[in-house]
């Protein structure tokens, strides 16, 4: 054994070398059995670097779990971005520009399902109006003009929309009843520069049992013309309606067609009204005596209820306003004669006739 500071042999049992002093530093010897099996477990003992690799996967692998899991972010990010309102809105506008309105319709109202604005809705009423599918158009821009009073937003562009839907499919009355509901001066004065308010009837259309005096008017005292031939009024066709001379509708059934025009000639939509007039029929009058045999001077008495005259005449001939009109008793002549008598009201229409049988024998 060495002192391991002058290098100088060590002698059995001193504590310090004889050499430089320097204390001795003893190591116990391993036996041969501790130096056959130290190397054997030293060499087979894992190190903490050789542990750790063995634990964690290889480096390809981590990097494909890595882009997996990257692609199912983006995945997912895309998916929940194409339920989004705006994705929908842009998706519909894009097949609008395609002319694909039917799909362009499904995203709209898929849109419309995750958010209510009044622009999607008034889109889709125009794509249901390309589709010719006008009831439905006329439901989307009814909500959008009902979302955007409940928001506060300016409606004018929803009643720009029914109203070019009233003024496509004809239906004057939808366009006068939404008239009726606008109450803002700048919300009609508005819709005045693109559209001219259509004609307003006194009377409703039907049936009525007494003649009529039809009067028209404009709301913004625009011309008026109208047909009753069944023809499209216009300036260059029909009669220009003067407030002086109604409209008289007599017995039967006739259709007024009427627009207005304004001072630039441009027409309004056409306001169609059909009026059936059926006079009511009066009763048969009565007499008393209503027929029989006499030996003396009779007279016949003839009477009736409501307005109209009574009219007679001998010999079973049917009388009409030619005929002789009743004004008071009526003398039975000599002989076999049969009495017949009618009503005739003021609109001409006439009764039954009544027919009596009278034999005068002096």
Request: one cysteine or more; a negative charge; aromatic letters at 10%.
């Amino acid at each position: 054994m060495k002192c391991k500071r002058c290098g100088a042999t060590l002698v059995d049992g001193h504590v310090y070398c004889d050499h430089c002093g320097a204390e001795v530093q003893f190591v116990p010897d391993f036996n041969e059995l501790e130096e056959d099996i130290l190397p054997t477990l030293v060499t087979n003992t894992p190190t903490v670097e050789e542990t750790s690799d063995v634990s964690r996967p290889p480096v390809w692998r981590r990097r494909i779990v890595a882009v997996l899991l990257l692609v199912c972010i983006v995945g997912v990010s895309v998916f929940s971005y194409r339920r989004t309102y705006s994705y929908l809105f842009h998706r519909a506008e894009r097949l609008d520009r395609e002319a694909n309105f039917a799909e362009a319709a499904v995203y709209y109202n898929t849109a419309l399902a995750r958010k209510q604005t009044v622009d999607a809705y008034i889109k889709l009423g125009n794509d249901y109006s390309l589709l010719q599918e006008f009831d439905d158009a006329e439901d989307a821009y009814r909500r959008a003009l009902a979302l955007a009073r409940s928001l506060g937003e300016d409606p004018l562009v929803a009643y720009d929309a029914l109203l070019t839907l009233f003024e496509e499919i004809g239906d004057a009355d939808g366009a006068e009843v939404l008239y009726d509901e606008i109450s803002k001066k700048r919300i009609l004065e508005a819709l005045a520069t693109k559209f001219v308010r259509p004609p307003l009837f006194s009377e409703p259309e039907g049936e009525y049992y007494t003649f009529l005096s039809l009067i028209l008017s404009s709301t913004d005292g625009f011309d008026i013309f109208y047909t009753l031939d069944g023809t499209e009024p216009g300036s260059d066709n029909g009669k220009r309606f003067k407030k002086k001379k109604p409209i008289k509708l007599l017995d039967g059934v006739t259709t007024v067609k009427a627009c207005c025009v304004d001072t630039a000639g441009k027409k309004s939509m056409v306001v169609k009204r059909t009026y059936r007039i059926d006079y009511p029929e009066p009763d048969m009058p009565t007499a008393n005596p209503s027929g029989g045999t006499f030996h003396s001077p009779m007279k016949v008495v003839l009477s009736k209820e409501g307005d109209g005259a009574i009219y007679y005449s001998w010999n079973g001939r049917t009388p009409s306003k030619d005929s002789t009109r009743y004004t008071g008793p009526i003398d039975i002549p000599e002989g076999n004669n049969v009495l017949s008598a009618i009503v005739i009201d003021e609109n001409d229409v006439e009764s039954d006739v009544l027919r009596c049988n009278y034999i005068y024998l002096p």
